[in-house]
């Protein structure tokens, strides 16, 4: 088993792609040596840079859709804060917590399906204040078209971040109000005006490994620039709330997959990882990631930025 491992480590470090019946084999290795693996496989396309971002929830809850795990739908029943839209002094005060805090990054997050013109004029306005302070603008915004999208790049925003969720063929037990054909017409619009590209999914859904790395293969193909790896939060009143948490170890073990896959790429692990991980969390790096959501989530309580910055330092890696 380590034979075969050891040579496609030294597939993807020669520049080679794995095929899906490769990957498959990674799925039951030994957990050290797929770390050893995908650790050698981030330090030569990587390097020792870790890239933080965070996040605001500009716009919570009152969501149309039924996304099965979010706890923002109006068609579940949770005790999630709701509100409007956040005031632009509020944003931009959260802005400058995350820079001060070590973010490189700072993403605008709103609830829906999309956002109306009205407010997307809003989101432009911050995205210029955002590069101001000297932050990288994101945006998650829902299913956009191009010519909205143009307008984001015109005021300066640098990433727009859109999930795929999950494999094709599971997308239908997750979300039924809109399709996966419907996020790839976004992605390939975000493509097409040049903007960088943040798309990953959720684990710990219901997905099989099949599900995990049809995901990553259509992510390659895709050639996003960062992925972000996020872990089931079960919430009491949405249709996975009695899901358990995946296990820490699993966890693991998709990062490290997920890091052979997609090599060259950012892969950052966001949402459920403290809740998932827990005194695993310092594993993450060597497992392959090398980027981090810092601070909180959209509507749970994440990890101190000062730990994963003293867990960054103490692994003797550099974050930006």
């Known amino acids: 088993m380590n034979g075969l491992l050891s040579e496609l480590k030294e ?7 794995l095929s899906e019946d490769e990957a498959s084999f990674l799925v039951n290795v030994p957990l050290h040596s797929l770390f050893e693996a995908a650790t050698s496989i981030r330090e030569r396309f990587r390097g020792d840079l870790v890239d933080l971002c965070a996040i605001v929830n500009a716009k919570s809850g009152n969501c149309t859709e039924d996304c099965a795990y979010c706890a923002q739908s109006t068609r579940h029943r949770t005790s999630i804060s709701v509100y ?8 931009l005060r959260r802005a400058h917590e995350a820079r001060g805090s070590g973010a490189r990054r700072f993403c605008i997050v709103t609830s829906g399906k999309r956002v109306s013109d009205r407010e997307l004029e809003y989101i432009a306005s911050a995205v210029g204040e955002i590069r101001r302070i000297g932050l990288l603008p994101c945006a998650t915004l829902g299913l956009l078209d191009r010519e909205a999208l143009e307008r984001l790049k015109e ?18 037990r997750v979300c039924t109000t809109h399709t996966f054909s419907d996020k790839l017409k976004t992605i ?3 493509k097409e005006v040049g903007l960088s590209l943040c798309s990953g999914g959720i684990f710990g859904i219901g997905e099989s490994w099949d599900d995990r790395l049809s995901m990553a293969f259509t992510l390659k193909r895709l050639d996003v620039d960062s992925v972000p790896i996020n872990f089931l939060m079960p919430v009491k009143g949405t249709p996975m709330g009695h899901l358990p948490l995946l296990h820490p170890l699993e966890a693991l073990r998709i990062i490290g997959v ?3 896959i997609l090599p060259q790429k950012e892969i950052r692990l966001c949402g ?9 969390n310092s594993m993450v790096f060597l497992a392959g990631a090398d980027g981090l959501l810092i601070g909180n989530y959209l509507t749970m309580k994440g990890r101190c930025a000062d730990d994963d910055i003293r867990l960054i ?5 550099r974050y930006r």
């Open 155 to 172: 005021a300066g925003l640098d990433r727009f971040h859109h999930n795929l969720e999950t494999s094709e063929r599971f997308f239908q």
């Open 258 to 260: 997920y890091r052979f």
């Open 188 to 190: 390939d619009a975000v």
């Open 11 to 17: 597939k993807v470090l020669d520049g080679g792609d």
């Open 313 to 317: 330092e103490t692994l003797g890696l």
């Open 272 to 280: 459920g990882r403290v809740q998932t991980l827990g005194e695993l």
């Open 84 to 91: 409007p839209w956040l005031g632009m002094e509020e944003i």
